[in-house]
T-cell receptor, first 115, second 113 residues
Framework: GAVVSQHPSWVICKSGTSVKIECRSLDFQATTMFWYRQFPKQSLMLMAT?????????EQGVEKDKFLINHASLTLSTLTVTSAHPEDSSFYIC???????????FGQGTRLTVV | DQQVKQNSPSLSVQEGRISILNCDYT??????FLWYKKYPAEGPTFLIS?????DKNEDGRFTVFLNKSAKHLSLHIVPSQPGDSAVYFC????????????FGKGTLLTVNP
């Protein structure tokens, strides 16, 4: 099956620093990638939809200047958490959709801890 | 190696009847399980979860059962509604994995009016 690789799987950073999370579709072209955030035992919340070559569409309540999303190619989307704070500590997961398919494939997720 | 398996790619039931979606896992270290629902071209939405210390969790029409000895969990939807038609993903979390989730491939549920 299709593989979506998300890196890193976990990261610890200091408050005020920025962290970049990569989401790669390894064996297919993904025109659309989704970024989610999940607190422990809570729902996976969609943060933004990333389309290759265009600006990401952010969900209501998500600060686009804080969560920078870049989808520069059909196989790579990045999420940068800028000026991270402890309240940004969470689990972030991406999913990618095939170019001609509505099925989404998920990355393994990234556990971010801001100290 | 598929650690979380949803062996039925599709399921069709009549409105008002019970839908039972199954999920098997191979890694006994998984300690937290979730079900997600997904409509075409949309992101998944969380449905219900269960910790490995429990064997049942209920939320409205949705009930998840966990059988640790069999490494099996199931999602029951009753009564089923046409709006429940979607793909359902089972996911599992590994002890010490920092909430890394392993997903099944999903089961397409179709509820016929």
């Amino acid at each position: 099956g299709a593989v979506v690789s998300q890196h890193p799987s976990w990261v610890i950073c200091k408050s005020g620093t920025s962290v970049k999370i990569e989401c790669r579709s390894l064996d297919f072209q993904a025109t659309t990638m989704f970024w989610y955030r999940q607190f422990p035992k809570q729902s996976l919340m969609l943060m933004a939809t990333s389309n290759e070559g265009s600006k990401a569409t952010y969900e209501q309540g998500v600060e686009k200047d804080k969560f920078l999303i870049n989808h520069a190619s059909l196989t790579l989307s990045t999420l940068t958490v800028t000026s991270a704070h402890p309240e940004d500590s969470s689990f972030y997961i991406c999913s990618a959709m095939r170019q001609s398919n509505t099925e989404a494939f998920f990355g393994q997720g990234t556990r971010l801890t801001v100290v | 190696d598929q650690q979380v398996k949803q062996n039925s790619p599709s399921l069709s039931v009549q409105e008002g009847r019970i839908s039972i979606l199954n999920c098997d896992y191979t890694n006994s270290m998984f300690d937290y399980f979730l079900w997600y629902k997904k409509y075409p071209a949309e992101g998944p939405t969380f449905l219900i979860s269960i910790s490995s210390i429990k064997d049942k969790n209920e939320d409205g029409r949705f009930t998840v059962f966990l059988n640790k000895s069999a490494k099996h969990l199931s999602l029951h939807i009753v009564p089923s509604q046409p709006g429940d038609s979607a793909v359902y993903f089972c996911a599992a979390s590994l002890v010490g994995s920092n909430y890394k989730l392993t997903f099944g491939k999903g089961t397409l549920l179709t509820v016929n009016p």
